[in-house]
T-cell receptor, first 114, second 112 residues
Framework: DAGVTQSPTHLIKTRGQHVTLRCSPISGHKSVSWYQQVLGQGPQFIFQYYEKEERGRGNFPDRFSARQFPNYSSELNVNALLLGDSALYLC?????????????FGEGSWLTVV | QQQVKQSPQSLIVQKGGISIINCAYENTAFDYFPWYQQFPGKGPALLIAIRPDVSEKKEGRFTISFNKSAKQFSLHIMDSQPGDSATYFCAASLRGAQKLVFGQGTRLTINP
């Protein structure tokens, strides 16, 4: 079975632009989460969606938004990009919520803002 | 209270030695403690995880030790191999929530 897949793998954007990152969870997984990993640091939680509803939001500005589609895939949108948004954006999926639901990560989308 | 503190930042171990990475947390509501391994250019991969009702969990060469009263947990890698060279992250989550709080990471280098 395919793991969590993300696209694009690398992209370069200019300050002030908008970016959309996409994620396909593991087949059968209904929960998708997004994390931001700045170089040299641990991933930071941005959003979690389960059954197409937002179930958790991290401490990120409103420029960050996400949604989950009926097929459980998800996209993360970031508006008005800042240099500080340069990071690896990780998508993770799990079968459901609660104890026993292992979280699996994709390989991420590298975003560089210039 | 939501922080997980990880040490050391970097660690060099000789092949065959024991690698030990430590983490501490404040929030006693955390109830799931996974360790992730991340190679350069890759996403984090789950290595081993523990719940606070057990003090130790072993899978192959990897062992988690958990001290609930001290609010600390650690990863031990026995017989460390050059292929174990990677960055390791501890994490914690609240009551089975899908939000993971990660430590800062430990860059492990195993010298041949």
């Amino acid at each position: 079975d395919a793991g969590v897949t993300q696209s694009p793998t690398h992209l370069i954007k200019t300050r002030g632009q908008h970016v959309t990152l996409r994620c396909s969870p593991i087949s059968g997984h209904k929960s998708v989460s997004w994390y931001q990993q700045v170089l040299g640091q641990g991933p930071q939680f941005i959003f979690q969606y389960y059954e197409k509803e937002e179930r958790g939001r991290g401490n990120f500005p409103d420029r960050f938004s996400a949604r989950q589609f009926p097929n459980y895939s998800s996209e993360l949108n970031v508006n008005a990009l800042l240099l500080g948004d340069s990071a690896l954006y990780l998508c993770a999926s799990s079968r459901g919520q609660g104890i026993g639901n292992t979280i699996y990560f994709g390989e991420g989308s590298w975003l560089t803002v210039v | 209270q939501q922080q997980v503190k990880q040490s050391p930042q970097s660690l060099i171990v000789q092949k065959g030695g024991i690698s030990i990475i430590n983490c501490a947390y404040e929030n006693t509501a955390f109830d799931y403690f996974p360790w992730y391994q991340q190679f350069p250019g890759k996403g984090p991969a789950l290595l081993i995880a523990i719940r606070p009702d057990v003090s130790e969990k072993k899978e192959g060469r990897f062992t988690i030790s958990f001290n609930k009263s001290a609010k600390q947990f650690s990863l031990h890698i026995m017989d460390s191999q050059p292929g174990d060279s990677a960055t390791y992250f501890c994490a914690a989550s609240l009551r089975g929530a899908q939000k993971l709080v990660f430590g800062q990471g430990t860059r492990l280098t195993i010298n041949p």
